[in-house]
């Protein structure tokens, strides 16, 4: 059974960075999607990233293009990171991981396409 375990969340202050790490537990085929999305209180989930580990190829929303990267563990296929800089209030929310098998598809940022979910984790920005 396929886990994913999300861990990084916490509180900082705008302008400040974070790594949120998804671990990925049992075995979801060595060419797979992971991404990551958030949701903020009374709004719709968000895809932010993703990463197909086949190409390497990533994509990212427009709020956080320039500010997020998304990657994972060269030494351990089964983790993947998102690193966020220059983080705004407008970045708080919960930030799940999300995985499917095979390729990123073109609407990587719906939340319909991942099959696989973690619990997710909190990531407060103040100003």
């Known amino acids: 059974q396929v886990q994913l375990v999300e861990s990084g969340g916490g509180a900082v202050q705008a302008g400040g960075s974070l790594r949120l790490s998804c671990e990925v537990s049992g075995y979801i085929y060595n060419k797979n999607c992971v991404a990551w999305f958030r949701q903020a209180p009374g709004q719709e989930r968000e895809g932010v990233a993703s990463f197909y580990t086949g190409t390497e190829t990533t994509y990212y929303a427009d709020s956080v293009k320039g500010r997020f990267t998304i990657s994972k563990d060269d030494a351990h296929n089964n983790t993947r990171y998102l690193q966020m800089n220059s983080l705004t209030p407008e970045d708080t929310a919960k930030y799940y991981c999300?995985?499917?098998?095979?390729?990123?598809?073109?609407?990587?940022?719906?939340?319909?396409?991942?099959?696989?979910w973690g619990q997710g984790t909190q990531v407060t920005v103040s100003s």
């Open positions: 999300a995985a499917s098998p095979g390729p990123c598809r073109w609407n990587w940022w719906d939340q319909n396409e991942y099959r696989i």
